[in-house]
């Protein structure tokens, strides 16, 4: 498959922007990208992080660190402001404005379809069914691929948000197959830590046409670091580095981000998925005893979607308890419908006191 054929034109035309970073080495005296020479700021971490310098546009420590925690070679790394970032500019440099489409599956991450907007991309939805448990409907998924002239990105997210469920293998390929030639599959894995099913990450030099999205926001618990890793085909990768920013991770990012998956990251991000998993059984077992509650679905995430008669008057009592949960109510096919998400032992045991007031209020 040619992904330069499916790219914009004008994207693969151009000349990208070369940075001093890239232009040259960042050892000796660098005089080649009007930095100050110190920092101003009179300080330990400033010195540490060279504050005063630009940082590395992808840093060999950081795209090795990604690559081995997402079992890929660094070829088929892209690290990004967040997977937000990835999204933006996979439909930069896919959607022709006026012209090409993106394909969701409603109800999913809101994203997607902001990032087509912005970029005046149209916008496919082939939506779930909440009856079928959300499932997709790749019958449906399949034929608009296949009719429609311009779909360059179908977005699947597993496990989804907000829904909580997973796509199967087989489903993925299948999409996969269709899009053969034609889109990119991007696969949101955002919360795939959380779930036992495999990351599809390793596919990706199996198949050209998948796009793997990676993040530190969720499992790895370190959203305010800003730390996505797009995994993809290297020719995808090479379009992406034309079109991002020049130095698009900040020295202090990279440190904090190497240090979230450095030491013994991995055995407290498998403990803190565990918790995650105790209390979100925990608190369907609670769920499922407030009758009030008209019906939740089985995650495979660290949130629960739920559905109750007013989602309005719930959100405003768990406020009135200094509890924000998430309001889903005026989507398609959510009315009704909260989402929480799996906090701390104390949080729980706050969330289900407001709930079970709540429930005590409605009989009252
Ligand atoms: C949270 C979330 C993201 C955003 O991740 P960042 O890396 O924080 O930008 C992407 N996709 C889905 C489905 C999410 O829920």
Redesign the pocket.
Known sequence: MDINSIARPEIVAMKPYVSARNSAAADGILLNANEAPFPHVDDAEWRRLALNRYPSPQPALLTSRMAELYGVPESNVLVTR????GIDLLTRVFCRPGRDAIVECTPC?G?YRIAATIQGAKVIDVPRQAGQGFHIDFDELERVINEQADVRLVFL?TPN?PTGNLVQRADLERVLRACEDKALVVL?E??IEFCTADSASKLVNEWPQLVV?R?L??AWAA?GV?C?TVIADPAVIALLQRVIAPYPLASTAVDAALQATSGDAVSRQRKFVEAVSQSRSHLQEFLLKCDWIEAFWQSEANFILLKVPDADELVDWCAGRGIRIRNFSSQPQLEGCVRLTIGSNDELVALKSALQAFGDREQA
Do not use: H, I, Q, V
């Open positions: 967040g997977s937000d970032e991450f994203m997210t948000n949101d955002a919360y999205l993040t926001s969720k959203a800003r996505g």
